[in-house]
């Protein structure tokens, strides 16, 4: 298995990581899912039949939380691994009537264009892949693709403006996943792997090219640039947060 320090881009190695060990990886979870599912709950609830985007979707993890929270959404999964998309069709089996998956590059402009704009579009652990340029502007494509009214809500690793900031990260980062460790396995082998997979980027900001994470302040100055309206900071945990506004 590839570690992420010889990982130069996002492979089905790299994939099939994030599958195992992703649910254990990102801290307090179940607290983040909440907070977007609330701020979803923002976006749709004068529509009957909303269409909700994520970009990214991972292992589906998301997907199956927001179909289950709104029952008449309609989903539209976007991931570029094959891996990761067969994961989400699987386990959103229950709600494949709503779901629709594709492939797509998240650094692409061909699919910034929709012929039914989404109420909401969601990101989790992905738009740091995006360089500061990258990020500016996907935050103007995405507000335009937006229809009137939807939101934006982004939850992904920060960059921490200070090396004090990057130490305390760290650290808070190793907690999070020591506690989902003992908690869930009575034991600290995701603590173990954590370390092993050098998956800790605080620790190790400088081991690869994929994670270019940017700081809260421009993530929200981007989004306000872009547009977007009531932007604000709704959770934070070991420089992981949750971001967003409305157009």
Known sequence: MQTKQSTQSWSEETSASFIAYGRF????RERQF?????LVGAAVERESTPLIVEL?????DLAVFLLGKFPTARYVALDGSAAMLAETTRQCAPFRDRLTTQTFDLGSDDWRWMREQPRVIVSSLAVHHLDGNGKRKLFRDL???LKPGGAFVLADIMRPASEAGFALAAEAYERAVAMRSLEELGDLSMLDKLRE???NYFRYPDDDAID???TIKEHLAWLEEAGFRGVDLYWALASHAIVSGTK
């Open 25 to 28: 990886f990102n801290p307090e």
């Open 56 to 60: 990214c979707c991972g292992a589906g």
């Open 212 to 214: 270019q994470p940017s």
């Open 143 to 145: 507000h335009c693709l």
């Open 34 to 38: 909440d907070v977007i599912g609330d």
């Open 197 to 199: 997979l050098r998956w």
